[in-house]
């Protein structure tokens, strides 16, 4: 079965309530009537409702009553969640009068509305900068246990024919958000990274921590970041597989594994690549994507309480769609996972 086969499949199985806060943007309308019809989801739109059905009607969508519709402009509904933003920020020096501002921006206000139980997950950015959409998340969802940083991790599925991974999946990390990772941040990506392998993937995961180097065959600072960030993912998640430092070849090639890492347990077998910095992550999937013929998926954020998704300010339709998609398994993965 294919990736998105399996996990529309799920989905459909355990349905997830996903806020939409972008709910008066086109694009977001038409994914969410498709995914209302598809019954894979149950839809909170944030905005104007004569707005959101004015735009329904005009583009003859049929299924956006079936919504549920949140104003954020709504005194009742500022006054049900300004509360919870007083409460989590009123250390930062936060007054109740700005946490009422706050919970009327639709950003804060869906991941309010995820804090408080009252959604299981959030997709924006199609009109909003990723910047805003992970600040928001930051500020109100925060980082699951044992985790101080988001990242971004991108499913890569490769053409027939290319055997490595996981039945032709590999999962890039980070590939979004963290410019230059210290040791124990990249240490918690990699375990970020290996849990969206098991949600989103459906794979047991065998991560590889990479560097330029190969079990010290070269010595540079660099390196050293690597290496340590291997020990500290061990220390926080003893039972993953999980290898560092290794070079991409000793990573995926089992007969380069045998010659450079003999002693290796992923035995030039990993399905989760784990990059030293933003810079080759980002630069790494765009390359395979395009020389390759490969499809990537995301970058899909992970390390949150909550899964909160971002959105290219140029998507389709489809892409929301498929996000939304994404975000109900990685919801359905944390509360397994509790």
């Known amino acids: 079965m294919k990736l998105f086969d399996r996990l529309t499949r799920c989905a459909k199985e355990q349905q997830q309530r996903i806020v939409l806060p972008e709910g008066t943007e086109p694009r977001t309308l038409t994914a969410a009537d498709r995914i209302i019809a598809d019954g894979i989801a149950k839809v909170i739109l944030i905005g104007d409702p004569e707005e959101i059905f004015h735009l329904a009607n005009d583009m003859k969508l049929s299924h956006i009553q079936e919504a549920t519709i949140v104003n954020p402009c709504d005194e009742k509904v500022i006054d049900k969640y300004a509360p919870l933003y007083y409460e989590l920020r009123k250390s930062k020096g ?8 706050m919970a009327a921006n639709p950003l804060y206000l869906g ?3 995820v804090k408080a139980g009252d959604a299981d997950g959030q997709v924006a950015g199609a009109m909003n900068t990723t910047g805003n959409v992970l600040r928001a998340a930051f500020q109100v969802i925060k980082t699951q246990p044992g985790i101080s940083v988001v990242s ?6 490769l053409p027939e024919g290319l055997n490595y991974g996981t ?39 065998r991560v590889a921590i990479l560097s330029f180097s190969t079990k010290g065959s070269a010595r540079h600072e660099r390196v050293n970041k690597v290496i340590e960030a291997t020990r500290l993912a061990h220390e926080l998640n003893p039972d993953l597989i999980l290898d560092g430092e290794l070079q991409s070849d000793a990573a995926i090639v089992p007969s380069v594994s045998n010659k450079k890492a003999p002693n290796s347990p992923l035995n030039g077998r990993a399905n989760v690549l784990v990059f030293p910095s933003l810079e080759v992550g980002n630069i790494t999937y765009k390359l395979v994507q395009r020389l390759g013929n490969v499809e990537a998926v995301g970058p899909i954020l992970q390390g949150l309480a909550a899964p909160v998704n971002d959105l290219s300010r140029g ?24």
């Open 94 to 101: 936060i007054t109740e009068e700005e946490s009422r501002l």
């Open 111 to 113: 991941c309010l509305m």
């Open 152 to 157: 971004g991790a991108c499913l890569m599925l």
């Open 167 to 205: 039945d032709g999946i590999l999962v890039f990390a980070d590939c979004a958000v963290v410019p230059e990772p210290t040791s124990a941040e990249l240490a918690q990506i990699a375990v970020s990274a290996a849990q969206t392998a098991r949600d989103i993937a459906d794979i047991e995961p």
């Open 315 to 338: 998507c389709y339709p489809e892409d929301i769609y498929k996000t939304i998609i994404i975000t109900c398994n990685q919801a359905i993965g944390l509360k397994k996972n509790k």
